[in-house]
């Protein structure tokens, strides 16, 4: 069974300083995806960062970046000089590969707060 | 451009009413069509996705079910709401070759009295 671990419910920083969400994952297959959805109050679930697993290279979006460790299962984001806007729950989410069907597994979440 | 919507927005119900919650797509043909829950402190569960008109696969047993009527219509009802029904539900859509980059609606807030 896939299951999705993040471990930090809560996590703080300093607007324009740099802050690091981790992720571990556990699954058996070889071929599946990562993501990072970003909840802001709002609710709606924003896709911020996605990397496949056959690919070595650390995916990066602007400021966001990952850092993907495959033999670890493990899947940080780092946001680089966060604004205030970067508040939200973000969430970490793993899908298999292989199929057509898409089926999403969520972490619990991590609720970053940014003080200006 | 594709847009998804969902109504109603927020919803309160009384326990042992019956549910219908609506997810439409526009922009799009023959999309894969998802519903989830997200209770209060918690990451979101798939409850329901469908790969086509009509057809339907359950991920969680409950009283609840799903319905797509129209290729980009995707339907949530229930006959006899819970207490445990309470949540926000969010509806996602991915195109179907690149099933994995899903999209979601703004979501709707039930609470079940």
């Known amino acids: 069974a896939q299951t999705v671990t993040q471990s930090q419910p809560e996590m703080s920083v300093q607007e324009a300083e740099t802050v690091t969400l981790s992720c571990t994952y556990d699954?058996?297959?070889?071929?599946?995806?990562l993501f990072w959805y970003k909840q802001p109050p709002s609710r709606q679930m924003i896709l911020v960062i996605r990397?496949?697993?056959?690919?070595?290279q650390n995916a990066t979006e602007n400021r966001f970046s990952v850092n993907f460790q495959k033999a670890a299962k493990s899947f940080s984001l780092k946001i680089s000089d966060s604004q205030l806007g970067d508040a939200a729950m973000y969430f970490c989410?793993?899908?298999?590969?292989?199929?057509?069907?898409?089926?999403?597994?969520f972490g619990r979440g991590t609720q970053l707060t940014v003080w200006p | 451009s594709q847009t998804i919507h969902q109504w109603p927005a927020t919803l309160v119900q009384p326990v042992g009413s019956p549910l219908s919650l609506e997810c439409t797509v526009e922009?799009?043909?023959?999309?894969?069509l998802y519903w989830y829950r997200q209770a209060a402190g918690r990451g979101l569960q798939l409850l329901f996705y469908?790969?086509?008109?009509?057809?339907i696969s359950s991920e969680v047993p409950q009283n609840l079910s799903a319905s797509r009527p129209q290729d980009r219509q995707f339907i949530l009802s229930s006959k006899k709401l819970l207490l445990s029904d309470s949540g926000f539900y969010l509806c996602?859509?991915?195109?179907?070759?690149?099933?994995?980059?899903?999209?979601f609606g703004p979501g709707t807030r039930l609470t079940v009295t």
């Open positions: 996602a859509w991915s195109v179907q070759t690149v099933h994995y980059e899903q999209y």
């Open positions: 699954t058996s297959e070889s071929d599946y995806y």
């Open positions: 990397q496949e697993a056959y690919k070595q």
């Open positions: 989410a793993y899908s298999p590969g292989g199929s057509t069907l898409g089926r999403l597994y």
């Open positions: 922009g799009t043909s023959n999309p894969n």
């Open positions: 469908s790969v086509g008109i009509g057809q």
